[in-house]
């Protein structure tokens, strides 16, 4: 199971107590580097890895749950959740283009937005299943 699933449903199990609408995906891309929240070599891969979990986001339907997105006004950007519903083309509610223009620059700066009580939360979801 990638990062990404295991962070998202620490999410939907209430773990990270303050976001109440989802993470962003530059979170969930950073909280995907190994270390966590490593920065990429280049702008390209960072960009091909982000759009690579976007795909798996965008195309994701297991357990009765798929990704979709909200605008966050906070975060000048989209957060992204599980929701139990039917998949559609458009269940994401949004499109690469809309998240790389909001985080984009920020992703490829290495700078993911993870706090230190968002380490704290991500590294005992990711340990958890060693």
Partial sequence: MSNWIKILKGHLEGK???YDHGLTLRLLVGASQNPIGGKFEDPIKAKEATRAIFD???SYNKDNL???SNPCYNVKGFVMHFKEEELTDNSIGVNFK???EAYGE???NGNYGITQEDRKIINQILERDL
């Fill in 16 to 18: 990270f107590y303050l």
């Fill in 66 to 68: 798929i990704v979709t």
């Fill in 98 to 100: 809309d998240i790389w």
């Fill in 106 to 108: 920020q992703i490829n």
């Fill in 56 to 58: 798996e986001m965008k």
